[in-house]
């Protein structure tokens, strides 16, 4: 079968082994805007009438980087850091190959529909498309296709893009000073920002380094930050989690039947399926007992492993971060149990990328 376009976090087999990177990370705040939303790209297939249901793995992840918006006095420090971190994925992970160049579709200025497997704007297309504040470069998209008054065409006006070759994942790279890196003393933000429709895969996300972190800290250590910045964008987010799949393709969370988006409950994506509320009935404080309340990651391949980490055959989860606001809550591992885990947004003195976040990408069913 021509599965072109299955994404899927393969590990290799020496990945088994604990990672060590000899840095300490800051705590980490991620500024995420409340109502992100990733925007589905209909991807083209070698087989148009052949849509992907399952995964499968081929040959090491392709990550191409884009910068834009570069200090001329980091611009080569910030890619020397984003040469190795992106080289440090491509040893570390596996997936099934995009065929030919990606291209993105068109923002559109209200409602869209698909037609024979293109998406066709209702009205008109934006005059510039978004990756969170990113504008992607002309060269990166789709023609405008629009339909007005029942006649659907394809904008004349627009050049043919040559789009991104060989590429499985499209980084977005700037350094500018934004809100987090001013008020909130982050190193670097993350995110996703395209999704394709098959299998919901991120395809696309955007990266800012603050230049103050990098003019301050050594290359080893913003490469560190660059690999947790990474893999939030590939898909450790709770904006990414709703649109898990497991091993057989099949959504992990609720959706809707109409859309076969995931499932909002007043305006927020219903987790069930790879998220859980807890309680720890008994939880010893100075002043004694109380019930605390937590939210527990539970697919399979991560509750396996977090499972033999602790010594726990019984245990139901393993605890994301539930603090440090809307930018870290549930984006990272409780620090109180995985102390100087790449994935947790505590100070470490040197950070380790553990089996328990190569399962989490495992389990994301990309």
Same mark, same amino acid.
């Given at each position: 079968m021509a599965?072109?376009?299955?994404?899927?976090?393969?590990?290799?087999l020496?990945?088994?082994?604990t990672s060590?990177?000899?840095?300490?990370?800051?705590q980490?705040?991620?500024q995420?805007?409340?109502?992100h939303?990733?925007h589905r790209d209909y991807?083209q297939?070698?087989?148009?009438?052949?849509?992907?249901?399952?995964?499968a793995?081929?040959q090491?992840?392709r990550?191409?980087v884009?910068?834009?918006?570069l200090p001329a006095d980091?611009?080569?420090?910030?890619?020397?850091?984003?040469?190795?971190a992106t080289?440090y994925?491509?040893e570390l992970l596996?997936v099934?190959?995009i065929?030919?160049?990606?291209?993105?579709?068109r923002s559109c200025s209200s409602t869209?529909?698909l037609?024979d497997g293109k998406q066709y704007c209702?009205n008109?297309c934006?005059?510039f498309?978004?990756c969170?504040d990113?504008?992607?470069?002309?060269?990166?998209?789709q023609?405008?296709?629009?339909c007005?008054?029942g006649?659907?065409t394809?904008?004349?006006t627009?050049p043919k893009?040559?789009?991104?070759?060989?590429s499985?994942y499209i980084?977005y790279v700037?350094a500018?000073?934004?809100?987090?890196?001013?008020?909130?003393?982050?190193? !670097?933000?993350?995110s996703s920002?395209?999704?394709e429709?098959?299998?919901?895969?991120?395809i +696309?996300? /955007?990266? *800012?380094?603050?230049p103050r972190?990098v003019?301050g800290?050594?290359?080893?250590y913003?490469t560190?930050?660059a690999?947790h910045?990474?893999?939030?964008?590939l898909?450790?987010?709770?904006?990414s989690?709703?649109f898990?799949?497991?091993?057989?393709?099949?959504?992990r969370?609720?959706?809707d039947?109409?859309?076969n988006?995931?499932?909002?409950?007043?305006?927020?994506?219903?987790l069930?399926?790879?998220?859980m509320?807890?309680t720890?009935y008994n939880?010893?404080v100075?002043?004694?007992n109380?019930q605390?309340?937590?939210n527990?990651?539970?697919t399979k391949?991560v509750?396996?492993?977090?499972?033999?980490?602790?010594?726990?055959?019984t245990l139901p989860g393993?605890?994301?971060e539930?603090g440090?606001?809307s930018?870290s809550?549930l984006?990272?591992?409780? !620090?109180r149990?995985?102390?100087?885990?790449l994935?947790t947004?505590s100070?470490?003195?040197s +950070?380790r /990328?553990? *089996?328990?976040?190569?399962a989490?990408?495992?389990?994301?069913?990309?």
């Open positions: 599965a072109a376009r299955v994404f899927y976090f393969k590990l290799f020496a990945a088994v082994v060590s990177l000899a840095v300490r990370l800051h980490h705040h991620h995420y805007d409340s109502n939303e990733i991807l297939h070698a087989d148009v009438n052949e849509h992907v249901s399952t995964r793995i081929n090491p992840i990550i191409s884009h910068y834009d918006n980091i611009a080569n420090t910030v890619k020397t850091i984003m040469t190795a080289a994925f491509k596996k099934k190959p065929q030919g160049p990606l291209l993105f579709d869209s529909r037609i209702d008109s934006f005059k498309s978004q969170s990113f504008t992607i470069p002309a060269d990166h998209l023609p405008c296709r629009v007005n008054g006649q659907c394809i904008s004349a627009d893009s040559p789009g991104v070759p060989n499985d980084m700037v500018v000073d934004s809100y987090s890196c001013s008020q909130r003393q982050a190193g !670097a933000s993350a920002c395209r999704r429709s098959d299998l919901d895969r991120p +696309a996300g /955007l990266i *800012n380094f603050c972190e003019r800290n050594t290359i080893e913003m560190a930050v690999k910045e990474i893999i939030h964008a898909g450790f987010s709770r904006f989690f709703p898990y799949r497991d091993q057989n393709g099949r959504p969370t609720k959706r039947p109409n859309t988006e995931p499932l909002k409950v007043n305006g927020v994506y219903d069930t399926g790879v998220v509320p807890y720890h939880w010893a100075a002043t004694g109380i605390h309340k937590v527990m990651l539970f391949t509750l396996a492993r977090a499972r033999i980490h602790f010594n726990c055959p393993l605890e994301l539930n440090g606001g930018g809550e984006n990272h591992w409780e !620090a149990l995985l102390g100087n885990e994935m947004g100070n470490a003195n +950070a /990328l553990s *089996n328990i976040t190569l989490l990408l495992q389990d994301t069913g990309w």
